[in-house]
C-alpha cells in the first residue's frame, strides 16, 4: 500500500483500536488473562492452560511478526526486517512483562528499600517500553508506514547492511581501481 493510500484505508482505524486491545491486554496479563478464566467460568481443573505466560509470548510473537511484514512490505530486505523484529521483540519482552500494574500502589509498602526500587525500576522500565512500543504503533496507524523500517537494531551483524547506500546516479557501482604500483609484487 502506498503512503498516499494509508490514508484512504477504512481499515486502519478499526486496526488500530485492535492493537489498543491488545497493547492492554499486554500492560496487565495476569489481570486480562484471569478475568476471561473467569467469565468463562473455568475451573483451574478443567483448563487446558494454567499459565498468563501464554498471553505474553503470544503476543510477543505477534509484535514481531507484525514488525517483520511491516518491514518487508516496505521494501526492506529479509536480514534488516528480522533483525528489526528481533529488536521490537526484545521490546516486547520488556512492554509486556506479567507486573501487576494495578498494584502499582502497593509496590511502595513493601518493607526492603532494595527490593521496593527494584520492582519500582522494573515498573518505570516496563512503562517507558510500553509507550514507545505504543507510540511506534499509533505513528503507523497516523500515516506514518515507515516507522518501523527506520527503528534501529541493537544486532551488531545487520547493522552495517542497513547503512549500506544505493550508489549514486551515473556513478559505477565498482569500487574505485588502487593507485598505480599499490597491490603488486616488488620488480
Known sequence: MAESDT?????????????????????????VYFSLRRAGDVA????????????YWALIAFVAFFVYDACRTRGDASAPAR???????????????PVRMDEVIEYFRIMPAEQRNLLLGVVSLKSLAWLYLFGLVLRYYSGDPQVFVRL???????????????PEAGRDARPPEPPEGVGKGLS
Open 7 to 31: 490514508h484512504d484505508d477504512p481499515w486502519r482505524w478499526p486496526a488500530f483500536l485492535l492493537w489498543c486491545v491488545f497493547m492492554t491486554t499486554g500492560l496487565m496479563p495476569e489481570v
Open 152 to 166: 534501529p537494531t541493537f544486532l551488531p551483524s545487520v547493522r552495517g547492511t542497513m547503512r549500506q547506500e544505493a
Open 44 to 55: 483451574t481443573q478443567n483448563a487446558m492452560i494454567n499459565s498468563p505466560f501464554v498471553l
Open 83 to 97: 533483525a528489526r523484529a528481533f529488536t521490537a521483540a526484545v521490546l516486547a519482552m520488556v512492554a509486556f512483562l
